[in-house]
């Protein structure tokens, strides 16, 4: 089953209590996903030729700081980090290519789950709440922020299965659904240079926008060529620097509910994950169409 959940704040006053909103949210999807659960949050943005990263490793006596202190020396770069449970975000001043590929070759013990100037990704194995608590999400400050809790129908139980996938800077994907041709695309997009980390078929979907706006389109651009290029049945949210966007396949048989305010806009896969937003009572509330693109994205910055 799985399920969807997502907040894109409207009113900036909000973001200081964005993890506190979404914090119920996601809980609230513990029945459709009791296997694993993250979320992508966008905020505390660093500036233009720095990047900011989230690494995990499974040991909480793993030595951050001599990691950081390291890659400082090393890349002779300027590097602070922030740790938050088995994960810890790191701010380098350099570009994301030279720092992925620095972890990648020189700390293999660490995976990256995120890289960008603006998102945050953080997810584990088990139920939602605990995650929530784990990270201490309802303290999180941001502008926007989607989630997953995962029912494993693709792939085994695992960190490396759970969502949001990441493979494009501050672009993430979250997916209730499945894919029938992701071995296919998989193979066309190795062909092309977008290595996969696992077998997950959200990944694969994740991969295939990244080369798309890679190729120059934008995020409505790539998602019009998604509806005819990914084949299945699926909801999927899609965040980005600047917003997220929302599509269902054209049969849309995955449940998904949007409620919109003057303060923010939601999604939720069912009714009760919006309920203890402020204001819910007098939302627009609708289910989106099938095939159809519903996006809100800030001007770029």
């Given at each position: 089953?799985?399920?969807?959940?997502?907040?894109?704040?409207?009113?900036?006053?909000?973001?200081?209590?964005?993890?506190?909103?979404?914090a119920?949210?996601?809980?609230?999807?513990?029945?459709?996903?009791p296997?694993?659960?993250?979320?992508?949050?966008?905020?505390?943005?660093?500036?233009?030729?720095?990047i900011?990263?989230?690494?995990?490793?499974d040991?909480?006596?793993?030595?951050?700081?001599?990691?950081a202190?390291r890659?400082q020396?090393?890349?002779?770069?300027?590097?602070?980090?922030?740790q938050?449970?088995?994960?810890?975000?790191?701010?380098i001043?350099?570009?994301?290519?030279k720092?992925?590929?620095?972890?990648?070759?020189?700390?293999?013990?660490?995976?990256?789950?995120?890289?960008?100037?603006?998102?945050?990704i953080l997810?584990?194995?088990?139920?939602?709440?605990?995650?929530?608590?784990?990270?201490?999400?309802?303290?999180?400050?941001g502008s926007?922020?989607?989630?997953?809790?995962r029912?494993?129908?693709?792939?085994?139980?695992?960190?490396?299965g759970?969502?949001?996938?990441s493979?494009?800077?501050?672009?993430?994907?979250?997916?209730n659904?499945s894919?029938?041709?992701?071995?296919?695309?998989?193979?066309?997009?190795?062909?092309k240079?977008?290595?996969?980390?696992?077998?997950?078929?959200?990944?694969?979907?994740?991969?295939?926008?990244?080369?798309?706006?890679?190729?120059g389109?934008?995020?409505?651009?790539s998602?019009?060529?998604?509806?005819?290029?990914?084949?299945g049945?699926?909801?999927?949210?899609?965040?980005t620097?600047?917003?997220?966007?929302?599509?269902?396949?054209?049969?849309?048989?995955?449940?998904?509910l949007?409620?919109?305010?003057?303060?923010?806009?939601?999604?939720?896969?069912?009714?009760?994950?919006?309920?203890?937003?402020?204001?819910i009572?007098?939302?627009?509330?609708?289910?989106p169409?099938?095939?159809?693109?519903?996006?809100?994205q800030?001007?770029s910055?």
């Amino acid at each position: 089953m799985c399920g969807i959940v997502g907040l894109y704040l409207k009113n900036k006053s909000l973001e200081s209590q964005i993890g506190q909103m979404f914090a119920p949210m996601l809980a609230a999807m513990t029945g459709r996903g009791p296997d694993s659960a993250g979320f992508a949050i966008y905020g505390d943005e660093v500036p233009q030729g720095s990047i900011k990263l989230t690494l995990r490793h499974d040991d909480r006596s793993y030595d951050w700081a001599a990691l950081a202190q390291r890659t400082q020396e090393q890349l002779n770069v300027k590097v602070e980090f922030v740790q938050n449970d088995l994960a810890a975000v790191f701010k380098i001043t350099t570009d994301a290519k030279k720092a992925t590929q620095y972890f990648t070759s020189q700390a293999p013990e660490v995976l990256i789950l995120s890289a960008g100037r603006s998102i945050e990704i953080l997810k584990a194995v088990g139920l939602p709440q605990q995650i929530c608590d784990d990270f201490n999400l309802q303290a999180m400050q941001g502008s926007h922020i989607i989630g997953h809790t995962r029912m494993a129908t693709e792939s085994a139980v695992t960190l490396e299965g759970s969502h949001p996938f990441s493979t494009g800077q501050d672009l993430c994907l979250v997916h209730n659904g499945s894919f029938s041709n992701h071995n296919r695309l998989r193979l066309e997009l190795e062909r092309k240079g977008y290595a996969m980390k696992t077998e997950n078929d959200t990944e694969v979907a994740a991969g295939y926008l990244t080369w798309r706006m890679d190729e120059g389109d934008s995020l409505d651009e790539s998602l019009h060529h998604a509806i005819k290029d990914l084949d299945g049945f699926y909801t999927l949210a899609i965040g980005t620097r600047d917003g997220f966007a929302v599509i269902r396949d054209p049969i849309a048989c995955k449940p998904a509910l949007l409620a919109e305010t003057d303060d923010y806009v939601a999604i939720a896969s069912e009714y009760q994950a919006l309920t203890t937003l402020p204001g819910i009572d007098k939302a627009r509330i609708w289910e989106p169409e099938p095939a159809t693109i519903y996006s809100w994205q800030r001007e770029s910055h």
